[in-house]
């Protein structure tokens, strides 16, 4: 197996008919990108693309806002991925605008790194409510189900969040211009749901196709496959990520989801309802759906102004439109110390990402990204 | 009586008796009275001041004892000085063991004989439950300075190199696993040491310009200091950086960055391009310096710390933005 040096040097060494744009959709895919300075060093042809890979940034604004008054709930331990706690709703900032806001008045807000945390949590504190606000995607939905399948703690309710990953990227390929000319998808979400889901890309939209693991190495040789699939016009779905992501997928954990969730369409934060593209409980666990067990804690009066703050691109960021600097806002207004947006937040968000390796909005001669 | 409460805190005969038992015995007798004369000597007289908090108390590799003491010396010994007294004060939560205060006083004990200081003062005071986080360490630390001997950022050049005495972001990580946090485990060691020899070796190497110990923020905050005081560039080698494996996995796992991670027993050294491979030398040749490498250099340029990564690109080192871990050192 080559290293990432060696496959490096054989993208350098591929000529392409033409300039090409390769979307990633995955937070650790652009994590590793940035980490490895990997933009610095391909060549000036090659643009790669943070696409929908940030579970934290497509939350919708308004189930962040239920977190956040369900938190505020006298006698109930809130428990989140840390990654949610300071993502903010697009309230006045006289209001309580996050988690970590809430937390300081007072609510009981706990991260969790897993939802085994959440079920001991609730075991520990038989006498309270305990609500696990589950946002993220196939790879949190999964274990989540999982959870369910072994039973709940009576006091344990989900604020469930979950989404798929590929029809946002079928949304892209549905509009007038996809905007990417190649796709690395994602190793941990295809290790679950199986490379196969990611065909329809290759089949019905001609984009070659690439399953990357999460180091380096592994990613330079999905990019290596789409260049060259590029470069010989003969696409195909490409699996880079072999020693885990096994044909058909991981059967039990989609058995798993099957059983306890139904596919709803489902809200992406300033993108809008996708098709599908959420996942809901299934009636038999009505009775620990926080939506249904604390029906009134969306209360006071809410003078929305839309999924974002104003001037926030954050939803253009997240489908791959605008790159993090070309936002207005970035690294002025938005900083990691003060988020504006969610992609600023997270460590999976484009934005916080590309903030962290250095780029700034007012110098060309930062490290690259 | 097994728990410190209020009284031992109260200047009274809980008190007097704790000091006895506790800390005059671990410390010598001088710690009792309120003021402490030293010998004169040679040279200039440095001064530190540290505070100590950490969470769990006691840890692989150290404690919060023997992390006061490593703190307090590595701070004298970087800029040059050779430590010789420590005075420590105590602010104690009510309803903590004195079985385990004795411990750490005996780990206090231990790594000050180690780095040859002497405890003379020292003070105690109570908090009630609830309103402290188990124990406390105010350090001051004071040591002797050759006249000769005069380090500092001014004297950093563009060409000099950086080396460091050993793999960075093993105490974070230890400390972080200790806590059991996430559901990790591991077997990993904090580096809590004393620098004293890795510093007395660099102030023996001509071209030797600065010295740190990059604590709290890393590596990457210790280069960033270098940068703005100079107003020169620093360009760090990931190829030659030492990071333990585990390190960089759990690293990875959770999502830090080990370079912004505290280390608490090295020692980054600024020197002379002509003397670098000398003083990697020596620091490889003492005891737990054979992972000492030269990790970057000092380059014209905006005043930014650049990483050269394994594959050639580059990522900007920031300042830390938020705290990755929060109490830590």
Known sequence: MPDAAAWLERIRALTLPHPVRVLNVCGGHERTIGMAGLRGVLPDNVVLIPGPGCPVCICPEE???????????????????????????????????????????????????????????????????????????????????????????????????????????????????????????????????????????????????????????????????VLRQIAEKRPFLDNCYSAFVRPAGNRRAQDCLADQFDDIDAAWRGIGTIPASGFALKPHWAGHDARLLFPNHLEGVRRRVGDMPPGCDCARVVMGRISPVECRLYGKACTPRTPVGPCMVSDEGACRIWWANGQRPDTADAARQ | MSRITLAHG????????????????????????????????????????????????????????????????????????????????????????????????????RAAADCGVTIVAGDTKVVPNGQGGGLYIAASGIGMRPVDVALGMKAITVGDCLLVNGPVGDHGTAVLLARQAFGLRGDLRSDSASVLPFARAAVAIPGLRFMRDPTRGGIATVANEISQETGFRVLLDERTLPIREPVRGICDMLGYDPLYLACEGRVVAVVDPARAADLLVVWRGLPNGEGAAIIGRVEAGRPRVVLRTVLGGERLLDELEDDPLPRIC
Request: hydrophobic share 50%; aromatic share 8%; glycine share 10%.
């Open chain 1, 63 to 225: 189930d962040i806002l239920s977190a956040i008054q369900l938190a505020l709930v006298p006698g109930v331990i809130f428990v989140a991925f840390g990654d949610m706690l300071r993502v903010p709703a697009n309230v006045a900032k006289s209001e309580i605008r996050s988690l970590v806001e809430a937390r300081a008045q007072g609510a009981d807000v706990r991260p969790i790194a897993s939802p085994a945390d959440a079920v001991a949590i609730a075991r520990a504190n038989p006498n309270r409510q305990v609500a696990f606000f589950v946002a993220g995607f196939e790879t949190t939905a999964a274990p989540v189900a999982a959870m369910l399948h072994e039973g709940l703690p009576d006091n344990l309710s989900l604020l469930l969040s979950a989404r798929r990953t590929w029809p946002a990227v079928a949304l892209l390929l549905n509009s007038e211009a996809a905007g990417f000319e190649g796709l690395i998808a994602p190793g941990h979400v295809a290790t679950i749901m199986g490379p196969e889901e990611w065909r329809f890309v290759v089949d019905r939209h001609g984009i070659p196709t690439a399953i990357a693991g999460f180091t380096a190495g592994s990613i330079l040789a999905a990019l290596y496959s």
């Open chain 2, 10 to 109: 109260n200047g009274g005969r809980f008190m007097r008796e704790l000091v006895r038992d506790v800390f005059a015995r671990r410390f010598g007798g001088s710690v009792i009275d309120d003021a402490v004369g030293l010998p004169p000597a040679d040279g200039i007289v440095v001064v530190t001041a540290d505070g100590f908090i950490v969470d769990p108390l006691e840890f692989p590799g150290g404690d919060i004892g023997s992390l006061a003491v490593h703190g307090t010396v590595n701070d004298l010994a970087v800029s040059g000085a050779v430590p010789r007294w420590m005075t420590l004060s105590f602010i104690i939560e009510e309803g903590f063991k004195i079985d385990r205060l004795d411990r750490i006083a005996a780990s206090i004990a």
